[in-house]
């Protein structure tokens, strides 16, 4: 009897989870949606952390070459966009039908899940080798511009896990411990 509820109930974490995964490759999911903050900023963030592209693209004062490989990159990325988020929607959908079903089939679910992902994989691929080709026809000073925007983008994103993990403590057991500030007792 124990070994029918350990395999019934993984048997349901594997099915949620793949519903959960399915569901967070959404970026059109409603704002009720858990972490719906993020669901809304993402196609307006370009690649290796680079913030609004558009406040970018202003500042690098491209010539007529380099505009061109930045309209192709920016119609990779809404085409590729576009396309993982069919793929998403087609792995709910599969998943929807299948809660119907008496008996689940984990590994076609499995199967389905791992294609879907290799699709987006390879879809973020592209979507990153049409931007290094615009970082590629950059000069010094306009690769310098885009460096310093993605460090600063990093460095912001760091306080704000640093922030985080200080409100939540230590995760994990390897984290170090946080030090309380000066003059309060442990």
């Known amino acids: ?23 967070a490759a959404d970026t059109t999911a409603p704002a009720t949606a858990p972490h719906a903050a993020t669901y809304h900023t993402r196609g307006e963030h370009g690649p290796w952390g680079l913030g609004n592209l558009h406040k970018l693209h202003d500042q ?11 309209q ?3 119609n990779t990325s809404k085409q590729n966009h576009d396309a993982m988020r069919k ?3 087609q792995l709910r959908q599969m998943i ?25 994989r ?22 310098t511009l885009v460096s310093t925007t993605i460090k600063a983008r990093w460095a912001k994103m760091k306080a704000w896990h640093d922030k985080a993990r200080h409100h939540r ?3 994990h057991k390897s984290a170090p411990a946080l030090q309380p500030p000066a003059g309060q007792a442990q």
């Open 87 to 89: 793929n998403g929607e």
């Open 60 to 70: 690098l004062k491209l010539d007529a070459q380099q505009e061109q490989a930045w």
């Open 169 to 171: 403590g230590p995760m």
């Open 122 to 143: 390879q879809l973020r691929s592209q979507t990153e080798d049409a931007w290094l080709n615009v970082y590629n026809g950059l000069n010094n000073d306009q690769k």
């Open 96 to 120: 929807a039908q299948s809660k119907d079903q008496k008996i689940l089939d984990l590994a076609g679910m499995r199967a389905a899940r791992e294609k879907v992902f290799d699709q987006n």
């Open 72 to 74: 192709q990159a920016v």
């Open 1 to 23: 009897m124990r070994k029918l509820k350990i395999a019934t109930a993984s048997a349901i974490l594997v099915a949620t989870s793949m519903f959960g995964i399915a569901h």
